[in-house]
C-alpha cells in the first residue's frame, strides 16, 4: 500500500522534474481507477464534476468524504480542487485544509473566489499564507496551488491576475493557476512573469496539444469537469437514440468487462 507521505513526495517531484504532464479529473472512484490504470501518475478532483454525479451543481456539495474515497481507491497522488477552502476567513480555511491533509490526499487547490466575488488582494494573500503555513507543517509533503480566479469570473484583469500570482509565489504556493487563461499568448504572459509550475485548464484550449504546453514551459494541465461531462455526455446520447430512435447503435465499441477489469487493477 503506498502512503500518503509517499504520494505527496510523487506529487512534489512530478513538479521538478522536467517536462509538462497531464493531470486529468476523475469524479469518483472508478473513474479514479481507470485513469490509474490508462497509466497517469496524478489525479484531480472536480468539484463540478463530482456534483453532476450528484444531480447538483458546482458548490452544493461537501467533499471531505469523496476525497478520501478517490485516495483510498487510487496509489497515486490525488489534488484536491477545494474551491475557496469553504471558507472566507484565513483561519478556517487553515482549519479546512487541515481537515482535507487527513483524508489521504497530496495537496489542494485554493481559489480567491467566494460568495460571489473576487476576494480582496490581502485577503487573498493571507488565505493562501494560511494553508501554506497549515502544509508546511505536515509531517508529509503537501502541495498548495493557488489559484487566481479573476479571468474565470469575467473579471478581464489580466495585469491584476499576475499580481496575484505573484503575491500567491511569495506567500509559498508550490502551483500556481489561472483558470481562465484562453490562449497561448496569455500562457505565456502568466509563465514569464512568476518562476513556480503552472497549471493550465486544457479544457478552456481543447485545440492546444501537450507538445505544445511543453514548449511553453507549462507544468501541469488539468482538466476540470470536462471528463465528466463527457461521459454525462455520452450517456444523454444514448439516452436520447434509445428513446427518440428506438436503436441501440451507442452499444458499439464499448469497453468490454475485461478490459474494465483491467483498467480497475483488478486482473
Known amino acids: 500500500m503506498t502512503t500518503q507521505a509517499e504520494k505527496g513526495t510523487r506529487f512534489r517531484h512530478l513538479h521538478q522534474r522536467p517536462g509538462t504532464f497531464v493531470i486529468p479529473n476523475p469524479w469518483d472512484a472508478g473513474s479514479a481507477r481507470m485513469l ?10 472536480t468539484s463540478a464534476g463530482f456534483a453532476n454525479s450528484l444531480g447538483r451543481l458546482d458548490g452544493e456539495v461537501t467533499l471531505l468524504e469523496h476525497c478520501r474515497a478517490l485516495a483510498d481507491a487510487t496509489s497515486i497522488p490525488v489534488s484536491v480542487d477545494f ?3 469553504f471558507a472566507d476567513d484565513p483561519e478556517t480555511v487553515a482549519t479546512n485544509v487541515l481537515l482535507l491533509s487527513e483524508t489521504g490526499v497530496a495537496g489542494c ?18 488565505r493562501v499564507e494560511a494553508a501554506v503555513e497549515v502544509a508546511r507543517a505536515l509531517p508529509f509533503p503537501f502541495v498548495i496551488t493557488a489559484r487566481a480566479e479573476n479571468l474565470l469570473r469575467g473579471v478581464n484583469d489580466m495585469a491584476d491576475t499576475i499580481r496575484r500570482l ?11 493557476y489561472a483558470p481562465g487563461l484562453r490562449d497561448l499568448a496569455q500562457v505565456k504572459t502568466v509563465l514569464d512573469a512568476v518562476s513556480k509550475p503552472v497549471n493550465v485548464l486544457g479544457a478552456m484550449m481543447p485545440g492546444v496539444s501537450l507538445s505544445e504546453y ?6 501541469r494541465v488539468s482538466l476540470g ?17 434509445m428513446m427518440n430512435e428506438g436503436t441501440f447503435g451507442y452499444m458499439t465499441g464499448l469497453l468490454s468487462n475485461r478490459d474494465m477489469m483491467k483498467l480497475f487493477g483488478r486482473e
Open 166 to 176: 505573484q503575491a500567491y509565489e511569495a506567500a509559498g504556493a508550490e502551483v500556481l
Open 36 to 45: 490509474e490504470g490508462l497509466g497517469f501518475e496524478a489525479l484531480a478532483t
Open 83 to 85: 474551491e475557496n477552502g
Open 225 to 241: 469537469g470536462a471528463l465528466a461531462r463527457h461521459a454525462m455526455t455520452a450517456l444523454a446520447n444514448a439516452g436520447r437514440e
Open 214 to 219: 511543453d514548449a511553453l514551459g507549462v507544468k
Open 109 to 126: 487547490s485554493i481559489e480567491d473566489f467566494g460568495n460571489g466575488h473576487i476576494y480582496e488582494f490581502m485577503l487573498a494573500v493571507e
